[in-house]
């Protein structure tokens, strides 16, 4: 099954660190982008950034809210990215969603992962 | 500065068909977007992508209800035969080489 899977939200204090993964499955996870994108309650839809295939470079992109913050990262022998996310505030409370990137548009999205930044 | 412009609401009746608008920033009315659909309670999921030329692709299994089109800047979104399960969250999407960009969201209720 074509499938991504996010995976390490949970509740973390203001100021703390906390790693995302996301593991993908049922197609060649090397040949694509991966973006992440998070979603505040009852908010829309907010992109956090995107790390591009190791043939691209496998550079990275980021928001103006979190460069600087947040670093994402790959593996693809694993079929696994990572977002790393530093220096959390409270107003980062999420559901963080990973997706595949096709030329820009994100084609496949995971089915999400809350983190919840609060003391 | 890359911008999408989306109306916050819409509504339409059972079995009718509702157009969905997302306007594109000045200076950006040759890009591509995506459009995606978020059920009550769900992850969001992409639905296709709409060129400039208002040629568009669908996702794997998006019924073919599911149409685009575009003019100038604005990108469309037409559902044809609405359904109770179409009542979701519609966000239109864009990228550059270094960003991807959100629209706000439109609401849509089946009536």
């Known amino acids: 099954e074509v499938q991504l899977v996010e995976s390490g939200g949970g509740l973390v204090q203001p100021g703390r660190s906390l790693r995302l993964s996301c593991t993908a499955s049922g197609f060649t996870f090397g040949d694509f982008a991966v973006n992440w994108v998070r979603q505040a309650p009852g908010k829309g839809l907010e992109w956090v950034g995107f790390i591009r295939r190791k043939r691209s470079g496998g550079t990275t992109e980021y928001a103006a809210s979190v460069k600087g913050r947040f670093s994402i990262s790959r593996d693809d022998s694993k079929s696994i990215a990572y977002l790393q996310m530093n220096s959390l505030k409270t107003e980062e409370t999420a559901v963080y969603y990973c997706?595949?990137?096709?030329?820009?548009?994100?084609?496949?999205w995971g089915q999400g992962t809350l983190v919840t930044v609060s003391s | 500065q890359l911008v999408l412009t989306q109306s916050p609401s819409a509504s339409a009746s059972l079995g009718a068909s509702v157009k969905l608008t997302c306007t594109l920033s000045s200076g950006h009315s040759s890009y591509a977007i995506a459009w995606h659909q978020q059920q009550p309670e769900k992850g969001p999921r992409y639905l296709m992508n709409v060129n400039s030329d208002g040629s568009h692709s669908r996702g794997d299994g998006i019924p073919d209800r599911f149409s685009g089109s575009s003019s100038g800047a604005e990108r469309y979104l037409t559902i044809s035969s609405l359904q109770s399960e179409d009542e979701a969250d519609y966000y239109c999407q864009a990228w550059a080489t270094a960003i991807r960009v959100f629209g706000g969201g439109t609401k849509l209720i089946v009536l």
């Open positions: 997706t595949r990137d096709e030329g820009g548009a994100e084609t496949l």
